[in-house]
């Protein structure tokens, strides 16, 4: 959830730490900071509240200088928001130490810590780290086997970066299920929580496993994995560049990114689709092996990922006829599964290390699914790595916090796998051909949806001063509903719930009244006539409706109902077409509301802790 980056350099690291800092402000954070060691062998710090530019500020009239560093934003989980909980942290004058994640048994060390003298001027988990290093360091070990002895201690999921002003040749870091990347320069190398990053100073990364121990040093990097073995990671170059994370000529990058999703529906339909046929292979060497077999699906996701698994229960169980089940990942882990035979376990992630996520997946694998797949943004992360199938669903960097193209591009990525499946099953060539070419009018519909931002703009103003949304939707537009209703609340801070609308009569119905705005999400499908009378309900309460319909639903505005006229799409592609605009809503809302859209309040990019 927080940014983490270090560098090791024969040049001052400050400046690429703080522009490190301000590309990872996306993840979400409460304060800041960056600890070097100067040229005297001292450890120089400064930490903020706030957001990276006051950090700058603080820098620009208190500088520090060095070769090599580390810095960090928080996000608060031990302890509130205040500069002495902000990392890095130091002990003993020697030791600096940023970690993200949580030390889950650091109430004992730190118990231990105090017995030995050490005093703690923090509320943090993480400073519990930096005196058992710095303790193991006055026993005389070596920086690496500090780390490593110190993190054998630990309970929990977390990434660490450690600085030893007595050893300023190298950075140490240890990664247990919080990312972390190593940047590869020219006599200098860099790590990273995130590759945007690092992307102003080099396109060269290995990723971490799992368990990893690693030197970081000017002249290059060495890692052990967990089970002490020297070992070598690939070298991988990204196609992204630094211009990838820029917003302009948006005002934000959540506007950016709406914008961005005609040209992602297409690059995600890119190699998967051929003569109007999906290519199952796609999907990697296992699956013909897998899809032949597949008899059941279980998805799990956590957030906007979750929406996106709703809808391809209703593709997936109507199109190739799999049943298929939906659960929250942070749910699915600590509940009692049950299997049934050749079932296929399905991840979905924007970044591909979602904690619960992740650990659901690792569950998965010892409770006797057919195999495994994953749909995620991410090439290189762990999810990725460690399933089975792999769908990418190539949306590019996406900064804003507020997931809008990476949820489009998981849908048309759930699509696609749907399509495979039934292609397995016996789809007709004539079915799939009609299907595929429904498909690649997504970006075509989603780009002319985009034309509708002006109207929505005006169309906030009767959003901005309310407090409550109902949004409803019926059939796999209901998850669409719930999406719609996230968005506003993520980034507007507008309370908004999303149902079936059939649902409305058992409970929902008491909230209506001419104060609640109502929004509808209508194409013209089989379920149509039974959104209308949904409909007809909330006006006979005096609700105010605002409907997104297809021209050919014939539903117009009157007093009490305005209508927002969407392009025509086909029923298979609606969710995907439908999104946009809702997303675009939320965000003009946003704005009239002075919100900050990019980064909302309490919410992180990434979350990698539970």
């Known amino acids: 959830m927080c940014g983490i980056v270090g560098a090791v350099s024969e040049r001052d690291i ?24 100067e040229e005297e062998g001292a450890i120089g710090l400064s930490r903020t509240v706030g957001k990276v530019a006051e950090l700058d500020e603080k820098l ?36 600096a130490v940023i970690h993200n994640g949580i030390i889950e048994n650091f109430q004992p060390i730190k118990d231990e810590m105090l017995q030995e003298g050490y005093v703690f001027e923090s509320e943090t988990d993480t400073e519990v780290a930096a005196h058992l290093i710095h303790h193991y360091l006055t026993r005389g070990l070596d920086l690496i086997e500090a780390v490593g002895k110190a993190v054998e201690r630990f309970e929990g999921a977390y990434a660490l970066l450690v600085i030893d002003a007595e050893d300023p040749s190298r950075i140490v870091v240890s990664r247990v299920a919080s990312p972390l990347v190593i940047g590869l320069g020219d006599g200098e190398n860099f790590v990273a929580s995130g590759v945007p990053a690092l992307l102003p100073v080099t396109q060269r990364f290995i990723y971490l496993e799992q368990g990893d121990l690693a030197e970081i040093r000017r002249d290059g990097v060495s890692i052990v994995d967990n089970a002490g073995n020297s070992v070598t990671r690939e070298v991988h170059e990204t196609e992204w560049d630094s211009t990838s994370a820029e917003k302009a000529p948006y005002d934000h990058f959540m506007l950016k990114e709406i914008h961005d999703q005609p040209s992602a529906l297409a690059d995600t339909l890119y190699g998967r689709v051929a003569n109007q046929r999906v290519i199952p292979e796609s999907l990697g060497p296992k699956a013909a092996g ?8 279980h998805i799990v996701a956590c957030g906007t990922s979750y929406n996106a698994g709703c809808v391809g229960k209703y593709w997936i169980e109507a199109l190739a006829g799999v049943p298929t089940q939906v659960e929250i990942a942070s749910e699915y882990r600590y509940r009692q599964v049950v299997v049934p ?14 904690a619960d996520t992740l650990e ?29 199938l792999v769908m990418m669903t190539q949306a590019g960097p996406e ?29 007709s060539v004539e079915k799939e051909q009609e299907f ?26 009767d959003f901005a001063d309310k407090e409550h949304t109902l949004f409803l939707g019926r059939g796999p537009m209901w998850p669409i509903a719930m999406e719609g209703a996230l968005k506003l609340k993520e980034i507007s801070y507008i309370h908004a719930e999303a149902y079936a609308a059939g649902e409305l009569k058992h409970g929902p119905l008491a909230l209506i009244d001419e104060d609640m705005p109502v929004v509808v999400v209508a194409p013209n499908n089989e379920l149509l006539d039974k959104l209308k009378s949904n409909m007809q309900v909330v006006r006979a309460r005096g609700g105010q409706l605002y409907v997104f319909a297809d021209a050919k639903t014939g539903i117009k505005s009157e007093p009490g109902m305005t209508v927002i006229t969407m392009p025509h799409a086909d029923r ?17 809302v946003a704005v009239l509301r002075g919100t900050d859209v990019d980064q909302p309040r309490n919410l992180a990019k990434s979350v990698t802790v539970e």
Request: charged content about 15%; aromatic content about 4%; some cysteine.
């Open 60 to 95: 620009a009239t208190h500088p520090l200088q060095g070769k090599i560093g580390v810095a960090h934003t928080r996000w608060a989980t031990h302890g509130g928001v205040t500069e002495a909980n902000a990392h890095p942290h130091v002990s003993g004058g020697r030791v």
């Open 14 to 37: 400050v400046p690429v730490l703080v522009e490190g800092l301000r590309r990872l402000e996306y993840r979400g954070y409460d304060s800041a900071g960056v600890a070097v060691i």
């Open 436 to 461: 595929v070419a429904n498909l690649t009018h997504a970006a075509a519909a989603s780009d002319l949806t985009l034309k509708m931002s002006d109207q929505l703009k005006e169309l906030a103003k």
């Open 399 to 427: 900064i804003g916090v507020a997931s809008t193209k990476a949820f489009t591009t998981q849908l048309l990525s759930i699509l696609l796998v749907t399509l495979m499946m039934a292609k397995h099953r016996g789809l």
């Open 572 to 588: 298979l592609i609606a969710p995907i077409v439908y999104t946009v605009p809702l997303q675009l809503l939320a965000y003009h």
């Open 360 to 388: 659901a997946l690792r569950m998965a694998s010892d409770l006797g699914y057919l195999g495994t797949l994953t749909v995620c943004n991410s090439a290189h992360s762990s999810m990725v790595r460690e399933s089975d």
């Open 341 to 354: 035979p050749k079932t296929l376990f399905v991840t979905l992630s924007q970044s591909g290390e979602t």
């Open 290 to 297: 897998i899809l032949d077999q597949v008899e059941n699906i």
